[in-house]
């Protein structure tokens, strides 16, 4: 079973960059599918991006160009590295990961890692 752990997030001004990392203390990460989520307050929480165990990735529109979704296997980790960041991306990032289908619903989320873009 995976134990996955955010960090990474900060203050940041608009257009700069933060580097956000998943990392699981279970060392077994290399075999699952891993996405990022985030909950802006009053909000449902939104898938942002994914990496497949193979590496193979996917973005909500929103984020194409400006996000980068990536996985160190040697440290069962997976890293969103975001840059020419928004006020509207402001908010709490999680990270899940799943093998096989995408599921219906997880079973339960960390405690996240805040973002925070504002001047």
């Known amino acids: 079973q995976v134990h996955l752990v955010e960090s990474g997030g900060g203050l940041v001004q608009p257009g700069g960059s933060l580097k956000l990392s998943c990392a699981d203390s279970?060392?077994?990460?290399?075999?699952?599918?891993v996405g990022w989520f985030r909950q802006a307050p009053g909000n449902q929480r939104d898938w942002v991006a994914s990496?497949?165990?193979?590496?193979?990735?996917n973005y909500v529109d929103s984020v194409k160009g400006r996000f980068t979704i990536s996985r160190d296997y040697a440290k069962n980790t997976v890293y969103l590295e975001m840059t020419k960041l928004r006020p509207e991306d402001t908010a709490v990032y999680y990270c899940?990961?799943?093998?096989?289908?995408?599921?219906?619903?997880?079973?339960?989320w960390g405690q996240g890692t805040q973002v925070t873009v504002s001047s």
């Open positions: 899940n990961a799943w093998s096989g289908s995408y599921p219906k619903t997880f079973d339960s």
């Open positions: 990496i497949t165990s193979l590496g193979r990735t």
């Open positions: 279970g060392n077994i990460l290399s075999l699952y599918a």
